[in-house]
């Protein structure tokens, strides 16, 4: 079961994080660039030899990687292999793989989003979904979830800013967020694993701390995937209330902060070797920075 897969691997390496792998292009090493080609063909190769570099440094580290899918789409079909070249490299190091494509759309539709990035070409173990559109929408991705063992994360507050024009909205005396709270704790009901979390989770940004409190009490089986760690803003103490009293039940995303650290010390102007350790140190430095986090609020045992 997918849920069960990712909360084993957190435990074994002790480690509540998953890294995005976004590449932007900005963040991406010269070293890479000019090895691989600057001409706009050789880009799916760039991309894909910088994921091959980062999973190698972490995967001892880290249980999952999240790819925004964006950052290779906006390459086009070289974009894409690359996309489709790390998922299946990032499985054969037993990463656990969050395919980011935010989907969302008409049942039949959805159907075909969810074959694609759940059993198709772009396979992954969990995807994020949009649930904009009701519960005929998520239905197509909680049926194949069902059948291959994978997992969705649904979005229930967002990280960014203006999150709260909508999803803030009091509607029948809660706000939007509460309602996709309740839904998302009901479709997941089917799917609750051994550690009483559903492969049915949902995204709640790290950014907004008092909202993932009320959401952790409102979503007592919901796992959840907490982005905006680092680059957007938010730090170990906004999310500990993401996690239960086991030191369960969330995992945080960083992605510039892990594969942009370079930027603030030295630009893109470095060696392989200095990219390579600056990944791992960023990687180090977030799991050190949560579990202690997580250790010294009383109220939370680290495995
Ligand atoms: O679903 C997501 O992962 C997501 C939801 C959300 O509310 N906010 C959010 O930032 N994300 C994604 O999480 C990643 C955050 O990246 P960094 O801000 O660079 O760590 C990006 O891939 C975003 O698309």
Redesign the pocket.
């Known amino acids: 079961m997918f849920i069960d897969q990712l909360i084993k691997k957190i435990i074994e390496k002790r480690n509540p994080t998953v890294v ?1 792998l ?1 590449p932007q292009e900005y963040l991406i090493p010269q070293c890479i660039i000019k090895k691989y080609g600057e001409e706009i063909e050789s880009i799916g190769e760039v991309l894909w030899q910088l994921n091959k570099v980062i999973i190698d440094q972490i995967a001892p580290l880290v249980p999952a990687v ?1 790819l ?1 899918i ?1 950052f290779y789409e906006r390459w086009g079909i070289e974009g894409l292999k690359a996309y489709q070249k790390t998922i299946q490299y990032a499985k054969e190091k037993e990463l656990i793989v969050i395919g ?1 494509i ?1 989907r969302g759309d008409i049942s039949s539709t959805a159907q075909a989003y969810a074959i694609a990035h759940l059993e198709g070409p772009f396979a992954c173990d969990g995807v ?1 979904v949009n649930p904009f559109m009701g519960s005929d929408s998520i239905r197509p991705f909680l049926d194949l979830c069902k059948r291959h063992e994978k997992g969705s ?1 649904i ?1 229930t507050k ?3 800013p203006s ?1 709260k024009e909508f999803q803030n909205l009091v509607v029948e005396e809660k706000p939007l967020y509460l309602h996709i709270a309740y839904k998302v704790e009901e479709w997941g009901k089917s799917l609750i694993g051994d550690y009483g979390y559903s492969s049915i989770g949902a ?1 709640v ?1 790290a950014t907004h701390p008092k909202e993932a409190r009320e959401l952790r009490k409102a979503m007592p089986h919901t796992f959840f ?1 907490v ?6 803003g938010a730090r170990a103490e906004d999310i500990l209330s993401c996690f239960d009293e086991r030191g369960l039940g969330a995992i945080v ?5 892990i594969i942009g650290a370079h930027l603030k010390e030295k630009g893109r102007d470095i060696s392989l070797e200095y990219f390579k350790n600056s990944v791992r140190n960023a990687t180090e430095k977030m799991q050190k920075d949560l579990l202690k986090g997580l250790e010294r609020n009383a109220k939370y045992k680290v495995y």
């Open positions: 995005g976004d999240k925004q964006a980011d935010k994020t994360f979005l967002t990280s960014n999150s995204v940004g995937l982005p905006g760690y680092g680059a957007q995303n960083s992605s510039r902060g």
